[in-house]
């Protein structure tokens, strides 16, 4: 059995293009798909440490909640397709339940934040991020995604959302990120 777990951002839903297109990419390849969706998060977390630790601690929670009951071990492969700060938690959450799996879990880290990186484990998945990305240092992400030794695609002034605010660019950058695993 295969199982896909989307982990969004705070503001970047499940509805949003790339989570949406990754839900559908999974069903149709076989995949359980599982949408978490965080809820009462601090508002205005940008730049505040406190506030994003909150929000980390909240989001991780809600996580913990709606995955407590699912047999890991049962399945053969394990996608976590993460979000901004969905791929912090989705690599705080893969710790957390290594000893109950059968197989290791892959990682689509798209926009993920600096923090990630300290959680991650090496060569367990792709990383997605943009040049004009206001929540992290561009530098930083792409340097700390070579040290672990995951394939890092960058896209040319898109932000936050992988978008630049020009349709046709962001569309095409949404259908290069569906094709890369």
Same mark, same amino acid.
């Not at 009462?40 to 913990?64: H, N, S, T």
């Not at 798209?110 to 004009?132: C, D, H, N, Y």
């Given at each position: 059995?295969?199982?896909?777990?989307?982990?969004?951002? *705070?503001?970047?839903?499940?509805?949003?293009?790339? @989570?949406?297109?990754?839900?559908?990419?999974? @069903?149709?390849?076989?995949y359980?798909?599982?949408?978490?969706?965080?809820?009462?998060?601090?508002?205005?977390?940008?730049g505040?440490?406190?506030?994003?630790?909150?929000?980390?601690?909240?989001? @991780?929670?809600?996580?913990?909640?709606?995955?407590?009951?699912?047999?890991?071990?049962?399945?053969?492969?394990i996608?976590?397709?993460?979000?901004?700060?969905?791929?912090?938690?989705?690599?705080?959450?893969?710790?957390s339940?290594?000893d109950?799996?059968?197989?290791?879990i892959?990682f689509?880290?798209?926009?993920p934040?600096?923090?990630?990186?300290?959680?991650?484990?090496?060569?367990?998945?792709?990383?997605?991020t943009?040049?004009?990305?206001?929540?992290? *240092?561009?530098?930083?992400?792409?340097?700390?995604?070579?040290? @672990?030794?995951?394939?890092?695609?960058?896209?040319?002034?898109?932000?936050?959302?992988?978008?630049?605010?020009?349709?046709?660019?962001?569309?095409?950058i949404a259908?290069? *990120?569906m094709s890369?695993?």
């Amino acid at each position: 059995m295969k199982l896909c777990v989307l982990f969004p951002g *705070v503001g970047y839903t499940v509805d949003r293009p790339l @989570l949406y297109y990754s839900k559908k990419k999974a @069903l149709k390849l076989g995949y359980e798909v599982i949408e978490l969706k965080f809820k009462d998060l601090p508002k205005d977390i940008k730049g505040d440490k406190e506030k994003q630790k909150e929000a980390y601690r909240l989001c @991780l929670e809600q996580a913990e909640k709606k995955l407590k009951d699912i047999d890991w071990g049962s399945y053969s492969d394990i996608l976590f397709v993460g979000k901004s700060i969905g791929t912090v938690i989705a690599a705080s959450y893969a710790q957390s339940i290594e000893d109950k799996l059968k197989t290791e879990i892959r990682f689509l880290y798209m926009t993920p934040l600096a923090e990630t990186f300290s959680l991650a484990r090496p060569k367990s998945g792709i990383v997605f991020t943009g040049t004009a990305d206001p929540w992290v *240092v561009h530098e930083e992400i792409v340097e700390a995604a070579k040290k @672990l030794e995951l394939p890092c695609y960058i896209y040319e002034n898109a932000n936050h959302s992988l978008e630049t605010g020009d349709v046709a660019r962001d569309i095409e950058i949404a259908g290069d *990120v569906m094709s890369r695993w």
